[in-house]
C-alpha cells in the first residue's frame, strides 16, 4: 500500500533550522508532483511549497520565501523540506503530499513548534 512517512519535526527556538523528510513508498514516485503542507491550530491546511516531477518547478508560498527549501531525489523516493530561520508563525503540524491526476495521498505529519 502507499505510504508517506514524515520525519523531523521537532521543537526549536526562533531563528533555528529544521530539516523535514518525507519517505514515499507503494507509488511510482518520480510520476508524483510532492507537497509540503501544514496546518497550525484553530487554521486551515495550506499549501507550503511543491515540486514538480522531475525537480525543476517549485512552488513557494510567499511567507515561506527565501527561508525553506524543497528538494526531491527520485531514485531514493524521498523529498527534503529544508527550513531556515523558523518564526513562531512556522508552528504547524507539517504533512507530506503526493499528487498524480486524481492519485491524492497523505503522511501522518510531523509536528514543528517554533518558541523561545
Known amino acids: 500500500q502507499v505510504q508517506l512517512v514524515e520525519s523531523g519535526g521537532d521543537s526549536v527556538q526562533p531563528g533555528g533550522s529544521l530539516r523535514l523528510s518525507c519517505a514515499a513508498s507503494g507509488i511510482t514516485f518520480s510520476n508524483y508532483v510532492m507537497s509540503w503542507y501544514r496546518q497550525a491550530p484553530g487554521k486551515e491546511r495550506e499549501l507550503v511549497v511543491s515540486i514538480s516531477t522531475v525537480g525543476v518547478g517549485r512552488n513557494y508560498a510567499d511567507s515561506v520565501k527565501g527561508r525553506f527549501t524543497i528538494s526531491r531525489d527520485n531514485y531514493k523516493n524521498t523529498v527534503t523540506l529544508q527550513m531556515n530561520s523558523l518564526k513562531p508563525e512556522d508552528t504547524a503540524v507539517y504533512y507530506c503530499?503526493?499528487?498524480?491526476?486524481?492519485?491524492?495521498?497523505w503522511g501522518q505529519g510531523t509536528q514543528v513548534t517554533v518558541s523561545s
Open positions: 503530499n503526493a499528487k498524480m491526476a486524481w492519485y491524492d495521498y
